[in-house]
């Protein structure tokens, strides 16, 4: 199972990002059946859950990004996206998918963002 996240940059506050996480190694029916999700982690902070989504299409998001973040997939290309709109300083991490499968967690390299004020 491989995840591989892209379309991470550098913006200005206030600016726009998408990012795509292409899974490859997982049969369609599994992942379907999975949980997915985005987390990020700052220098010197913990890796913290940003939004995830269930097999169901059930999203939950973290406090700060509520509003301004929306999480989707597309089942049938068996990819994840974060769509993040109004984007700030503190936005600015290294952004992680994850894919839940069975009892274990798959982990993409992560990409990068930085919002400038």
């Known amino acids: 199972v491989q995840l591989q996240a892209s379309g991470g940059g550098s913006v200005q506050a206030g600016g726009s990002l998408k990012l795509s996480c292409k899974t490859s190694g997982i049969i369609w029916s599994s992942f379907v059946s999975s949980r997915m999700g985005w987390y990020r982690q700052a220098p010197g902070k913990q890796r913290d859950l940003v939004a995830d989504?269930?097999?169901?299409?059930?999203?939950k998001y973290q406090d700060s990004v509520k509003g301004r973040f929306t999480i989707s997939r597309d089942n049938a290309k068996k990819i994840l996206y974060l769509q993040m709109n109004s984007l700030e300083p503190e936005d600015s991490a290294i952004y992680y998918c994850?894919?839940?499968?069975?009892?274990?967690?798959?982990w993409g390299k992560g990409t990068q963002v930085t919002v400038s004020s």
């Open positions: 989504i269930t097999s169901g299409g059930s999203t």
């Open positions: 994850t894919v839940e499968l069975g009892s274990r967690d798959y």
